[in-house]
């Protein structure tokens, strides 16, 4: 017998939601932009520009893969309650 907590799940990608939000919202750029204009013109001043940028994508993919988990989650859950009304209706009252 397969038991799911469809509640629990929907609520847990909830939680993984706003932490990709969170995640999201970081702001990257700013802590390297102070170096990068110190040492305008440098190979430093360059390397921050670059790493910045790339770390701050990372960190937005990242964060867009978290909302796919949390979707996909919620669509597990629809799905199994959808399986289980579906398979339990052709069991008729007297399995429910």
């Not at 929907?10 to 700013?30: C, G, N, Y």
């Not at 013109?41 to 910045?52: E, H, I």
Request: with cysteine; net charge negative; aromatic share 8%.
């Amino acid at each position: 017998m397969l038991i799911a907590d469809t509640q629990g799940l929907s609520s847990a990608a909830s939680r993984v939601d706003l932490a990709a939000d969170a995640l999201k919202d970081i702001d990257i750029a700013t802590p390297f932009a102070d170096v990068s204009d110190a040492l305008v013109g440098s190979a430093t001043s360059q390397a921050c520009l670059w790493f910045s940028t790339r770390a701050a994508a990372a960190v937005q993919v990242y964060g867009e893969g978290l909302h796919a988990l949390a979707d996909a989650s919620r669509w597990t859950a629809a799905d199994f309650t959808n399986t289980d009304a579906v398979v339990g209706s052709g069991f008729g009252p007297e399995a429910r």
